[in-house]
């Protein structure tokens, strides 16, 4: 979170510069347009360190408006947010089918995962075009050998760069975390009488798949955790040992960009010879 901030309070100073001197050359159309992008900036500044809980999605007016932002029909979040709701809820990166299947289970309706290619890339391009002018974005997690895209995987962007990594191990540590996270979620809905169908499907699925202590029931939920926690703690030092590696390698090697999107296709070479 900290280069987040810096990012963003360096921004704002050049905004302000940048204001100072369309008002110098009595620009007033230029000195709005830059004061509405200073507020944003200053709005994504509040929300990291916690002043607002409220994200500030708007852009500036001359930019369009993608698709994946716009609410769904019937549907009163939009999807960009819907991605943010269900990847907070897991602390993981995850894919598009298990995040519909959180935020049906969790938030009362699945996301539309035909429209998240589309979102990720209007997510690059805004940061491109202003950087850290929003309080998140949208990425794909990264691999650790080549800090490329993760195939499938998305991120939000104001995770720690280790967090946003996936090494040899990461994949089944992200589902021993998931697990755990969904079994927290759960027990705040065990004041009523029944889970919901879609949480106990979920909760099904994974106590199907991690071994220890024997799950009775979707409604198990210490079961769960105590289970997911027995096999988390074989093998989440070492991978966090060999994402902590990558996430420093990346910071020598990428700018701001690559460190939230991806090394692009034409650097991998490059950071191949240079590993």
């Known amino acids: 979170m ?6 963003l309070e ?3 100073q050049q905004l302000q510069e940048a204001i100072r001197q369309a008002l110098t050359q009595h620009d007033n159309a230029q000195a709005s347009r830059l004061g509405a992008e200073l507020t944003r900036t200053q709005h994504a500044w509040n929300v990291l360190c916690g002043l607002t809980d409220v994200p500030e999605t708007a ?9 994946p932002t716009a609410a769904e029909p019937n549907q009163a979040v939009p999807v960009r947010d819907q991605v943010h709701q269900a990847l907070a809820l897991l602390t993981v990166p995850a894919s598009p089918k298990l995040l519909s299947q959180v935020h049906q289970a969790f938030f009362s309706s699945p996301l539309n995962t035909a429209r998240l290619t589309t979102l990720r890339r ?16 949208i990425c794909p997690a990264l691999t650790s050998d080549l800090l490329s895209p993760a195939r499938g ?4 962007s104001t995770w720690p760069l280790q967090q946003r ?13 998931a697990a755990l996270r ?29 071994h220890g202590d024997t799950i009775r029931s979707p409604r198990d939920l210490d079961a769960l955790r105590r289970a997911a926690a027995a096999e988390l703690e074989i093998h989440a030092h070492d991978d966090a040992d060999h994402r902590a590696e990558a996430a420093q390698r990346a910071r020598q090697k990428l700018g701001d960009a690559e460190q939230i999107f991806g090394n692009t296709l034409r650097n991998t070479n490059r950071l191949r010879r240079t590993s």
């Not at 900290?2 to 990012?7: N, P, R, S």
């Not at 500036?60 to 993608?66: C, G, K, M, S």
């Not at 209007?122 to 974005?137: L, W």
């Open 153 to 156: 995987l998305l991120a939000l």
């Open 59 to 67: 852009r500036p007016e001359d930019q369009p408006e993608p698709a």
């Open 182 to 210: 969904l079994a927290d979620a759960a027990e705040h809905l065990s004041g009523e009488t029944s889970l919901p169908q879609p949480v106990q499907q979920l909760l099904l699925h994974y106590s199907r798949n991690i």
């Open 122 to 137: 209007d997510e690059e391009r805004s940061f491109r075009s202003a950087p850290y002018g929003r309080a998140y974005y």
């Open 2 to 7: 900290d280069e987040h901030l810096v990012a």
């Open 165 to 177: 990594l996936v090494g040899p191990l990461t994949q089944r540590v992200h589902f021993l975390t």
């Open 10 to 12: 360096k921004r704002m």
